[in-house]
């Protein structure tokens, strides 16, 4: 079943968080992981929306995102992640439409 990492990311140091996105898409490669969303400006159609960078990534198995999130690699370049932006993160799984034999 797939799995989606959905990320909020406020930037607050937008040259400092620049070498993160330089280290960030390496990462995925080995896990799978497919960037599906990355946006700055959503179009909010109700309620209350955090500022900041919207992403999804789309994972094979929610074991593959953890795997990926959890990895020596992404948790080096996290440390740039943390120090110059707020985030909030989840994986949530996804659904697949069940098919008619």
Do not use: C
């Not at 946006?39 to 209350?48: I, M, N, S, T, Y």
């Amino acid at each position: 079943m797939p799995a989606y990492f959905i990320a909020q990311v406020h930037v607050t140091d937008a040259e400092g968080f620049r070498e993160y996105e330089r280290g960030f898409f390496p990462t995925l490669k080995p896990f799978g992981g497919k960037m599906l969303i990355a946006d700055d400006a959503p179009d909010v159609l109700e309620g209350d929306w955090p500022d900041g960078r919207t992403v999804v990534i789309e994972f094979e198995t929610a074991e593959q995102a953890t795997a990926w999130h959890a990895s020596d690699a992404y948790q080096e370049i996290s440390e740039i992640r943390r120090a110059n932006s707020e985030s909030a993160m989840a994986i949530l799984s996804g659904f697949r439409i069940p098919t008619r034999d």
